[in-house]
């Protein structure tokens, strides 16, 4: 469904519903398989967290990290996950079946039965899964995951949907009629419920209720016996939305999936609607195919362009999605509670746009009298609203249209809490038809034939609608027509104005014009500062203070605004007599201004290049008092700040701080090694000073309670940082120009549920070894790489992986991304033990179960080997042994095999010892090991020669 739906369905921004709250945190994704399409029919989450779609190739998972795919006989379209066994029931195309993985944890799919064609759904009960396919319902168990049972499809049971409450199965055939499973057979039910065709039915988390949407856009609660319809905020939208499928989220939270209307989330026990995610906050298209929720609470929606996942309860807003800003966003402020945003093509706000449109109804004269009165009341008196205008109308044509679901929306809920200001051009239009119409009457006779010739004639001339009637205007209540008694009035064409809907868009201030650099706030103003002079805001409306070219303005605790230019200068203005005026202009700075500061005694400091300038006041002038200069190699913007009780200067890695009683700029060595490991500065306020380090922000300011949040490790590539609502927002412009609201005074915490698990092993061999239990490893193959998971969601290119190898090493390494994937080289033969940990985006740290492991030593470092060496060399002493001690055997050869026997077992000897010892394998250093170990065991070999070469006669006789 393309997003042109909405040229249809303008209400779908609700924005009169959530104002300025701005939209849920969305994070979009698109899986990294070749030839792949969004075709996802629906969403799982299996036992380790990983999140499973349905797919026409077949399922599809993703671990936060990766994707891969999980290849089936036929497209899936249905499935369901048993968390007991940790099987993945599927529907497909042509068969049924499920994904298991197997004791290599290689994740495979058994066939069920391939009889069965289009199974377009999977539903577990009890100890049975049950498959509705076009031949009917399967049922299969659980235990032995055997097919049962097979209800064929009929033309008195043609069932086109099943569901279950508790223990029980129903469906709902194409009849609307209900049935449920008793005794082995589908049963009509002989209470019968009146709803229509069922859209979906889920089970509340509590199992003691379901939840029913019908294809009419209407919800109920079933609870076995008895069904209750739910009312809530979003009948009427959901009614021309489409309903097509549900998620509960927890045990009364639900989101609901449209067809045109994106996903609601919506408390059915509180009526209440939490939002809605479409296209206009942000969803890519607004028809869902498939929608699921995680452990942590994040919502998926499938669409045509991926796959988004909302996180709802995360205290982060985006208004990055309301229409009209243009160019690249460059300042923030939030002053009287309105919205403006400084941006390279000028200074926009937020603001509320009322749509409004004609309506033309014949009414009686008397009531259209009336109504005139009251719209001339309303224009003066913010007492009336738009129901009072309109119980004075009296609607006697069938062509007026009646009350629907936009205007329920958008206009009645908004004339109840605020009065709508009519179009006095449309209503000076009516009153000068309606004294034309009065001349007119005065010329004619007033009799009754006349009158009722008149009144057939006006009813038989049904009037053309206009073409602003469509679906958004208002029909009026019905009142009671006058009695028979009475002298009936003349009906009247008149016309009134309706409020069609209302949005919210920023808007331009046209009196401003070039790149706005800062929004600084003065009493009841905004003061915009651009590249084309300064303005003070009021509403949406501007107007100009001065035409300088401004670096850099500050307003002073005196009401003064300082203005520091590119001509060298700085311009002081003061506020008198509600108007700026110039005081004073300092024209002996001689550098180029970037930052101005009052410190706490009064005085006012003015930063350049490499030299900081105190003003003080005397005699009511503005006069450079001193001048000092700060170290600034690289040609950092010098960031002024009102500091733990002192003046400092912060650079980019320095931070100096103003010394009285040297009258010089100090370095602060311990600040400043803070700032050595910082990677980013902000100073976007007077004031407040923001650094980055690593992943974290800190803070420095003279203003209490202004605190940072992990939640800000989220957003990367920060370009600004402001902060509002005494310290409890942080507004984020982050990269690609996006505009966020960072909530603290919001306790949410993110819920993460799975810790990290191994996924895979490779070795120099080649294949995978999953299990973990029995993880051993042959020398000739000692290059292990691990590779590691863990189902985090809210920002998967973001986890970090930090392990060490107990038995090689007990340090951690440092973090890092890359650390998913560990390899280790060449590993020498032992036991080992490798830790892993991840830490999410957010700062929060999960481990993995350790993983033992073993490298096997090589055949000759075996003890079997050791012992059949052993037993080879005794076996050569003793034949060396008993030779000599033979006068039967050849001299030669005795003498032979006994110098054999004595080279062998001293070469054995220094192998042995060799492989102890460590040094550096160069020859000259092997060679003089070689020797000292030679000489150690030379008395050794000369004992071994004189007791194997002991014989009865003497070998020199031979």
């Not at 007492?383 to 329920?408: D, G, M």
């Not at 009906?491 to 070039?514: M, N, R, T």
């Not at 075996?862 to 006068?887: D, G, M, Q, T």
Request: with cysteine; net charge neutral.
């Amino acid at each position: 469904m393309k997003h042109q739906i909405f040229l249809l369905f303008p209400i779908l921004s609700l924005s009169n519903l959530f104002a300025q709250t701005g939209d849920f945190y969305l994070t979009h994704y698109t899986p990294s398989i070749s030839n792949f399409d969004n075709n996802i029919s629906a969403i799982a989450q299996d036992i380790s967290g990983q999140m499973c779609f349905a797919h026409r190739q077949g399922v599809l998972k993703f671990d936060g990290k990766s994707w891969h795919l999980n290849a089936t006989p036929s497209s899936v379209l249905s499935m369901a996950y048993e968390e007991a066994t940790a099987k993945l029931y599927v529907g497909c195309r042509y068969g049924i079946g499920y994904i298991s993985t197997s004791l290599n944890q290689k994740e495979e799919y058994t066939k069920i039965s391939d009889e069965i064609s289009n199974a377009k759904q999977t539903l577990l009960v009890g100890e049975f899964a049950f498959f509705l396919h076009e031949n009917g319902i399967t049922q299969v168990s659980l235990k032995n995951q055997q097919v049962l049972q097979q209800f064929n499809r009929t033309p008195q049971q043609n069932f086109r949907t099943i569901f279950a409450h508790k223990t029980t199965l129903f469906a709902q055939d194409i009849n609307g009629k209900w049935f449920s499973l008793q005794n082995q057979s589908f049963q009509e039910l002989s209470k019968p419920f009146t709803t229509s065709l069922i859209a979906f039915a889920k089970r509340t988390p509590n199992q003691e209720k379901t939840l029913i949407g019908t294809i009419d856009g209407k919800l109920f609660l079933f609870d076995g016996t008895s069904l209750n319809p739910v009312k809530t905020e979003a009948d009427n939208y959901l009614a021309e939305s489409g309903l097509k499928n549900l998620f509960p989220i927890d045990h009364q939270i639900v989101a609901i999936g449209t067809a045109r209307g994106g996903c609601v989330i919506l408390n059915f026990m509180t009526q209440k609607v939490i939002g809605y995610i479409n296209y206009n906050t942000g969803l890519p298209d607004d028809e869902v195919l498939a929608i699921g929720v995680d452990k942590s609470k994040g919502i998926w929606i499938a669409h045509e362009f991926g796959l988004t996942r909302v996180d709802y309860e995360l205290p982060i807003r985006s208004f990055s999605n309301f229409p009209g800003l243009h160019g690249n966003l460059y300042t923030f402020s939030k002053f009287q509670n309105k919205i403006y945003v400084g941006t390279t093509e000028g200074v926009y706000v937020l603001s509320e746009i009322k749509d409004y449109t004609e309506v033309r109804k014949f009414v009686e004269q008397r009531k259209a009298q009336q109504l005139e009165q009251l719209r001339e009341a309303s224009s003066k008196s913010p007492s009336f609203t738009k129901e009072e205008l309109a119980t004075s109308q009296v609607e006697v044509s069938s062509n007026v249209p009646k009350r629907n679901f936009w205007n329920l929306l958008f206009g009645r809920k908004k004339e109840e809490n605020s009065q709508p200001s009519l179009d006095k051009k449309q209503i000076r239009e009516a009153k000068r038809k309606e004294r034309r119409e009065k001349r007119k009457k005065k010329n004619k006779e007033n009799s009754e034939e006349s009158e009722e010739e008149t009144t057939k004639q006006t009813q038989q001339e049904s009037p053309t609608p206009s073409p602003l009637l469509n679906s958004s205007t208002t029909s009026s209540p019905k009142t009671s027509l006058p009695s028979p008694s009475s002298k009936p009035s003349t009906p009247q064409l008149v016309s009134d104005v309706v409020l069609k809907s209302i949005s919210y868009a920023f808007q331009k201030i046209k009196e401003i014009e070039g790149k706005c650099t800062q929004l600084l706030e003065f009493e009841n103003q905004l003061i915009a500062v651009t590249n084309k002079g300064v303005y003070f805001i009021q509403g949406n409306r501007a107007s100009k203070i001065a035409s300088h070219l401004v670096i850099y303005a500050y307003i002073t605790s005196q009401k003064e605004l300082w203005l520091s230019t590119f001509d060298e200068k700085v311009y002081i203005y003061q506020y008198k007599q509600n108007k700026w005026q110039l005081f004073q202009v300092i024209d002996n700075v001689e550098d180029y201004i970037n930052t101005i500061l009052e410190d706490k005694h009064g005085s006012v400091w003015l930063s350049g290049t490499d030299i900081l300038k105190k003003c003080t006041l005397i005699e009511n002038k503005w006069t450079i008092s001193a001048e000092l200069e700060i170290y600034n190699p690289f040609g950092d913007e010098i960031s002024l700040l009102n500091y733990d009780n002192k003046l400092y200067a912060f650079l980019s890695k320095k931070a100096y701080y103003y010394d009285l009683t040297s009258d010089s700029m100090m370095l602060d060595s311990l600040l400043s090694q803070k700032l050595e490991r910082s990677l980013k500065f902000i100073a976007s306020q007077p004031n407040i000073y923001w650094v980055q380090e690593q992943r974290d922000w800190h803070v420095f300011s003279s203003l209490p309670q202004i605190n940072t949040s992990v939640y800000l490790r989220l957003f990367k590539n920060v370009n600004q940082l402001f902060v509002t609502e005494k310290n409890t927002q942080i507004w984020i412009i982050s990269e690609h120009q996006k505009l966020y609201q960072l909530d603290l005074s919001q306790k949410a915490t993110y819920k993460h549920e799975y810790d990290v698990f191994l996924r895979e092993v490779k070795t120099s061999a080649g294949g995978n070894f999953l299990n973990i239990q029995q993880l051993n490893f042959d020398y000739q193959h000692n290059t292990v790489t691990f590779l590691f998971s863990i189902p985090d969601f809210i920002d998967d290119r973001s986890t970090e992986f930090q392990y060490r190898l107990l038995g090689l090493t007990n340090n951690w390494s440092e973090w890092s991304v890359d650390h998913a994937s560990v390899t280790f080289n060449y590993l020498p033969a032992g036991d080992y033990q490798l830790e892993v940990r991840a830490r999410n985006a957010i700062g929060q740290i999960f481990d993995c179960n350790p993983i033992q492991f073993k490298v096997n030593p090589p055949y000759w470092k075996e003890p079997w080997f050791y012992a059949l060496e052993v037993i080879f060399f005794s076996s050569l002493l003793l034949i060396s042994f008993k030779l000599n001690r033979s006068n039967s055997v050849n001299r030669f050869i005795s003498k032979a095999l006994t110098y054999l026997t004595l080279i062998l077992v001293v070469d054995f000897l220094n192998l042995i010892i060799s492989s102890y010892l460590e040094f550096d394998e160069t020859p000259v250093v092997v060679f003089a090991t070689q020797c000292a170990i030679s000489l150690m065991i030379f008395p050794l070999e000369k004992i071994l020669e004189k007791f194997i070469t002991k014989s009865k006669q003497p070998m020199n006789n031979y």
